[in-house]
């Protein structure tokens, strides 16, 4: 089954999203207070289910949806107004307060989405990531996020595989030493 990770600010909406979801059957992998906690969080998941209930005080949420959006879906809990300023085109979102029994629908729901989705980067594509990644950060002076960004949105904008881009890169930096 997926991993969960619950991000929220306060302690006490952490606690509540926790009690309904172990009480719906499903099991939390983590809980997070910060947009750093939940990089960490989905990096260590693999593929993952992120619940984030409203804005985090250190990021944006349209910015942690571009970071980990090949680690996670999100599903966003919160009031209109946020909910109508996140624009990232795989954010879900659920307006709060809602009952418990919605937030489990959207659990079912999004679950079963994921099985439905082809299969994610194996272990030597997340490495050639990884490695091209780090030659990102190093050339250009750049953090892990901005590389990720980056290989992301031109592999999007190309249309090829984020690995496929990334062994290029590989390839061009080995012929350049």
Known sequence: MKRIIIAA????????LSRVLTSAGYEIF????????VRRAAADAGDCLVILYGPLPD??????AWDIQSEAIILLLGRPALLNRCEHPQLFKLEAPCPGSALAAAVDMLTQMYRMQLPK???KDKETVE???????KQHGI????????LQQYAMNHGVKM??????IIKLSKRIE
């Open 143 to 150: 953090t892990e996020p901005e590389a990720h960004r980056a």
């Open 121 to 123: 980067r194996n272990g």
């Open 163 to 168: 690995a496929d881009y990334a062994a290029q």
């Open 30 to 37: 983590r809980v997070c207070a910060s947009g750093g906690e």
């Open 9 to 16: 600010s306060a302690d006490t909406s952490r606690d509540h």
């Open 59 to 64: 990021c944006l949420v349209d910015d942690l």
């Open 131 to 137: 490695q091209a990644k780090q030659l990102l950060m």
